[in-house]
């Protein structure tokens, strides 16, 4: 704002150049992923993030194991008077005893963004994996289970989710409903189309989402309903299903669709950004000095 002897106050914009500094940081894995990031200098947001990434690959409560290495390479966005704007995970890497992944984030010039493998293959998923916080698997998918209130041997087409009653459940992907209400044994049901052959079912709600109608259209993460042991159920828990073209799959080991993959012409820009991306993951002597190494001491 400058004063103008004949025309008053008058303001103008000035750009500010934004600083950005990209950071590495390894840690063992200790007690738990948020336990790791936040000694790894994580903020909780930046490890929600981080937890995204890993689970397209990993089973976060089975697969992670005490003293598998977790490293990130991030930038910290900041103010040209030092405050910190905004951070962005850029690269990570997991390597541990039963379960390994490299991502690396990459924009393209429409703004839009995702995680790949060093080949280029899109890490995201169209399907969560599991559409609610749960405790424990109380009963897995199996063909030729004995059903344990009817005592009769019962196909069980889905995964029993454990979890206390009213814990949201929220949609596998975008879709439509296509079911919302009592179905027998299933209790209060909602079911979701997602195209290409996919259908997903959540049942034994203890209710619904407020205004959810058979016809809505639903995005991935959006919350339908509560866990709960309407139906015939013998504690409170998520029935989930995943059925793939008319035919019912394991949820924990079906092929989850890929999300959207790169074009040619971006691939070959992709495989130029990970190359030192990956090189630095692999090994923080690599030589790019644009990466500071963190020291968490």
Not at 161 to 167: C, D, E, R, S
Not at 171 to 194: K, L, P, Q, T
Request: charged share 30%.
């Amino acid at each position: 704002m400058e004063q103008d002897p004949e025309q008053g106050l008058q303001s103008s914009l000035v750009s500010r150049q934004v600083q950005r500094h990209r950071i590495r940081t390894e840690e063992p894995l200790l007690g738990s992923l948020y336990l790791t990031a936040r000694r790894a200098g994580l903020s909780d947001q930046m490890t929600m993030n981080l937890a995204g990434i890993l689970s397209w690959e990993i089973d976060l409560g089975r697969q992670l194991r005490k003293n598998d290495r977790l490293a990130i390479i991030y930038d910290k966005i900041k103010s040209p008077d030092g405050e910190l704007l905004d951070t962005e995970i850029q690269a990570v890497s997991y390597r541990g005893r039963n379960a390994e992944l490299e991502a690396i984030r990459f924009e393209r010039a429409d703004g839009q963004s995702s995680y790949y493998n060093p080949d280029g293959d899109n890490l995201r998923r169209e399907l969560k994996r599991y559409p609610v916080d749960y405790t424990r698997i109380s009963s897995h998918f199996d063909l030729n289970r004995r059903h344990p209130i009817l005592g009769v041997r019962r196909p069980h087409l889905g995964v029993d989710l454990a979890a206390p009653t009213g814990t949201p459940v929220y949609a596998a992907g975008d879709g439509r409903v296509v079911e919302r209400g009592r179905n027998g044994g299933y209790g209060r049901v909602v079911s979701i189309e997602h195209g290409s052959g996919y259908k997903t079912l959540y049942a034994h709600l203890n209710g619904y989402a407020r205004g959810l109608r058979v016809g809505d259209r639903v995005q991935r993460g959006q919350l339908i309903g509560y866990v709960g042991q309407s139906g015939t159920a013998t504690g409170p828990h998520l029935h989930y299903e995943v059925i793939v073209n008319g035919r019912h799959r394991d949820p924990v080991k079906v092929d989850l669709p890929k999300a959207e993959p790169l074009t040619d012409d971006y691939l070959a820009k992709f495989l130029s950004h990970a190359k030192p991306l990956v090189q630095a993951l692999r090994d923080p002597d690599s030589g790019d000095d644009e990466i500071k190494i963190a020291s968490n001491d």
